[in-house]
């Protein structure tokens, strides 16, 4: 398609269930990226992908969160044991990426609002 | 560690005025600087891309200025409307990945 595609957009969750997120890039786009966005404008990186491969990973937090991207499949993000610090709204993005930093804008997804009660 | 500040943080203007955002970041060693907006409950929408090797880019009535050296970044609206009205971010690549670091954000209002 032509716009990231995220689903659901709201996501309700007690404290200590599991969570997943999915996102559908840009078709033709080989690069994934998810953002979690805490407060009004403070976004942090979580992860990126290189079509099904990790590139960097820096920004996860080591346990409870994890991703994939699998061939012929949405982008995944999935929390385990769901804290209330975890209530966020988590952006998707998309690019193509040529060269070392990115020479192509990354291309978001209208994100997923996650509440955690 | 890139540090990313926009001023200001929020903005009032009346239609029809030229207005200049600002972003500064704290390490030159930057791939490229792109510009959003968000409007509220949505995502971010790309508004330009300035590779690190450019001066500026230019979208109808956007014009984006980058000088690399001083960390400084600016966005030019010309002839504000309404439907401007939102929150604009920049943000940019350091360093040998492709991650943003984004700014704090300057929400800008377009009066009629």
């Known amino acids: 398609g032509e716009e990231v595609a995220q689903t659901p957009k709201h996501l309700v969750r007690g404290e200590g269930q599991k969570a997943k997120l999915y996102c559908a890039p840009i078709?033709?786009?080989?690069?994934v990226f998810w953002y979690q966005q805490v407060l009004k404008n403070e976004f942090k990186f979580l992860i990126s992908?290189?079509?099904?491969?990790?590139?960097?990973e820096t920004g996860m937090p080591k346990e409870r969160f994890s991703a994939k991207c699998l061939p012929n499949s949405p982008c995944s993000l999935e929390i385990q044991a769901t804290k209330l610090e975890d209530s966020a709204v988590y952006f998707c993005?998309?690019?193509?990426?040529?060269?070392?930093?990115?020479?192509?804008?990354?291309?978001f997804g209208d994100g997923t609002r996650l509440s955690i009660l | 560690k890139q540090e990313v500040t926009q001023i200001p943080a929020a903005l009032s203007v009346p239609e029809g005025e030229n207005l200049v955002l600002n972003c500064s970041f704290t390490?030159?060693?930057?791939?490229?600087l792109q510009w959003f907006r968000q409007d509220p409950g949505k995502g971010l929408t790309s508004l330009l891309l300035?590779?690190?090797?450019?001066r500026e880019q230019t979208s109808g009535r956007l014009n984006a200025s980058l000088d690399k050296s001083s960390g400084r970044s600016t966005l030019y609206i010309a002839a504000s409307q309404p439907g401007d009205s939102a929150t604009y971010l920049c943000?940019?690549?350091?360093?040998?990945?492709?991650?943003?670091?984004f700014g704090t954000g300057t929400q800008l209002k377009v009066e009629l």
């Open positions: 993005a998309s690019s193509q990426y040529y060269g070392t930093g990115g020479n192509q804008p990354q291309h």
């Open positions: 078709k033709g786009h080989s690069y």
């Open positions: 992908f290189q079509n099904e491969n990790v590139f960097d």
């Open positions: 390490d030159s060693a930057i791939y490229n």
């Open positions: 300035i590779q690190s090797s450019q």
């Open positions: 943000a940019v690549i350091t360093g040998g990945g492709n991650k943003l670091t």
